[in-house]
């Protein structure tokens, strides 16, 4: 019996506006990409809490994607401006406990832009693949 090989998990937090209706495009399309990935629908990218972030990577996912709008197309203004900030900080705070930085991206997808969402995610898997499992949620479990 063969041994299963190893899938990335990759947890995808995506804006209601245009990242979300981005995915929907590619699926509505069939445009290909891994099954891999779980999404979360938010109202925006800036309502991605750093902690929540943090809890991905804790419960066992070895990359983490945060998508909205375009920047200066965003539905609330400049909440896709408040997030490149806070993700900004939070991406030197993961490189500083080690997670290498292709395990957290942030991009940028508009509604139209179906085959963009799907290149995106592939692109992600196969990055994470070749990092191997995330020791994030381990190390997390020996500090508790």
């Given at each position: 019996m063969p041994i299963k090989e190893w899938?990335?998990?990759?947890?995808a937090f995506l804006c209601h506006w245009c990242s979300y209706a981005a995915?929907?495009?590619a699926g509505v399309s069939r445009y290909s990409y891994p099954a891999n990935v779980s999404i979360i629908r938010v109202p925006c990218s800036s309502r991605v809490?750093?902690?929540m972030i943090l809890r991905a990577f804790a419960g066992g996912a070895d990359g983490?994607?945060?998508?909205?709008?375009?920047l200066g197309d965003c539905h609330y203004v400049k909440g896709n401006f408040y997030a490149r900030r806070r993700f900004w900080v939070l991406r030197k705070l993961l490189e500083f406990v080690g997670v290498e930085p292709v395990r957290f991206q942030v991009h940028w997808i508009a509604g139209s832009e179906g085959n963009k969402?799907?290149?995106t995610i592939a692109e992600m898997?196969?990055?994470?693949?070749?990092?191997?499992?995330?020791?994030f949620a381990r190390e997390v479990e020996t500090l508790a």
């Open positions: 899938e990335p998990r990759i947890i995915a929907d495009l809490n750093p902690q983490v994607l945060v998508a909205g709008c375009h969402f799907a290149g898997v196969e990055e994470v693949r070749s990092l191997g499992p995330s020791s």
